[in-house]
DNA sequence: GTCTATAAAGCGATAGAC
DNA sequence: GTCTATCGCTTTATAGAC
C-alpha cells in the first residue's frame, strides 16, 4: 500500500477522533493529510468507501497494539503473573487517555454509532466484535479452565459490552477515565467470581 | 410550552430515531411535524439549540416512562415479587423492540455519541446519568440492605454502563435483541451475588 | 404564528492540466 | 499520482406576505 493511501487513512482517523464520523469534511480531511481533495476521491471510491477503509484500518491497527502488548510482555522479567492479569491489561488498554489510543477508542465508537444508520457498516464492525468476545473468552478460559464455554462467552460479552459503555461514557466527558479504569477492574473480578462459583 | 413546539420536538425524536442527529434534516423534520421550515427557526434559535431542546425533551419523556412504569405497579395485582424483579425491569424496559423505546434509545445513543464533540451538549448528558445511577443504586440498596452505599453505586454505574454497551450493539444491529437482554439479566444476577458476598 | 419563496453557504464529486 | 479549478446539488437560514 502506497505511503501517501496509509497517511489519508492515518489522517482520517484523526479527524474523526476531533470531529466525528458525521463530521468529517472531505476537505479537512486534505488538510490533515496534506493532500489535495482530488487526491483522496482518487485513492478511495467515495466518502463511504473511505470511511469503511478508515474502519478496517483502525481495527487492524487496534488488534496490532494489542498483539505487541501480548508480545512485549514475554521478552521482560515483568511478565504479568497470570492470565488474569494479562486479560485486565488487554482490557484497560483501551481506557488510557494516550493520543493514539484515545483516536481509536473515538473512531471506534463513532462507527459503531454510524453503523445504527448505515448498514454498510455493519459487516465489518460484527466481525470485529465476534473477534474481540472470542479473545477475551479465550483469556478467561485460561483463567477458569472449568467454566463451561457458554459462560465463558457470555461473561466475555459482558465484559466488552461494558467496555464500550464506559468507554463512551469516558469520550462523552460524563465520567472520569480513573472511575472507568475502576468500574473496568472490578468487573473483571466480579466475573471471575462468578465464573469460579459455577463450579 | 405551546402544542406546536411539541409537535416538534416529538417529530425530532422521531427523526433522529430515523437519520441520527447528523443526518437530521431540518425539511424531513420539517415534514415529519406536518410544518414548514420556517415555524421550526421561528420557535427554534437554529439547528443547534434545535438539537438541545431535544435531547432536554428525550431525556424528560425517558423519565416519564420509568416513572409510570413504576407507578403502574402499584394497584395491580402483578406487582413483581421484591426490589429485585423491579430493578431488572426496569433496566430491561430499554431493551425492548417497541417503537417508542428505540426513539428513545436511538435518540439517547446519538446525543450521547454527538457530546463527545460538542461539549455544549454535556451538562444535561451528565445530570441525566447520575440521576439515572443513583435510582438504580437506590433499587440495588433495597435488596441487599447491608452493602456499603459506594459498592452499591460502583454497581450501578457498571449495570447502566453495560445497558448503555448492551444497547448500542443492538442497535448497530451486531448483537441480537435477546442476547442483550439476557445479557443484561446475567449481570444483574452477578452483581448482586457480588454485592451479597460482601457481608 | 405560520406560510411561500429565495438567498447564501456548504460540501461531495469531477474535469483536465501536469 | 497529484494538483487547481469548478460544477452542481443539498441544506441551513432569512425575508416578507398573510
Redo the contacts with the bound molecule.
Keep these: 500500500m502506497?505511503?501517501?493511501?496509509t497517511a489519508i487513512l492515518e489522517a482520517a482517523a484523526t479527524v474523526i477522533a476531533r470531529r466525528g464520523v458525521r463530521g468529517?469534511?472531505?476537505?479537512e480531511l486534505a488538510e490533515e493529510a496534506?493532500?489535495?481533495?482530488?487526491?483522496i476521491?482518487?485513492?478511495f471510491e467515495?466518502?463511504?468507501g473511505l470511511l469503511r477503509r478508515t474502519l478496517a484500518f483502525v481495527n487492524n491497527r487496534a488488534e496490532r497494539y494489542t498483539a505487541e502488548q501480548a508480545a512485549a510482555g514475554q521478552p521482560a522479567a515483568e511478565t504479568p503473573a497470570g492470565p488474569l492479569s494479562r486479560l485486565e491489561q488487554a482490557l484497560l488498554l483501551e481506557l488510557q487517555d494516550l493520543p493514539h489510543v484515545r483516536e481509536n477508542s473515538t473512531a471506534w465508537g463513532e462507527l459503531r454509532a454510524s453503523a445504527v444508520f448505515d448498514p454498510e457498516l455493519r459487516g465489518e464492525l460484527a466481525l470485529a466484535s465476534v473477534i474481540w468476545v472470542r479473545e477475551v473468552a479465550d483469556q478467561l478460559g485460561e483463567a477458569r479452565p472449568t467454566a463451561p464455554e457458554s459462560a465463558l462467552t457470555a461473561s466475555a460479552e459482558r465484559l466488552t459490552a461494558l467496555l464500550e459503555g464506559l468507554s463512551a461514557r469516558w469520550l462523552s466527558g460524563i465520567l472520569p477515565l480513573t472511575d472507568a479504569r475502576t468500574r473496568m477492574r472490578e468487573a473483571i473480578g466480579v466475573e471471575v467470581a462468578h465464573l469460579a462459583g459455577l463450579d
Design positions: 502506497s505511503d501517501r493511501r468529517l469534511r472531505v476537505e496534506g493532500v489535495s481533495k482530488a487526491l476521491y482518487y485513492h467515495d466518502r463511504t
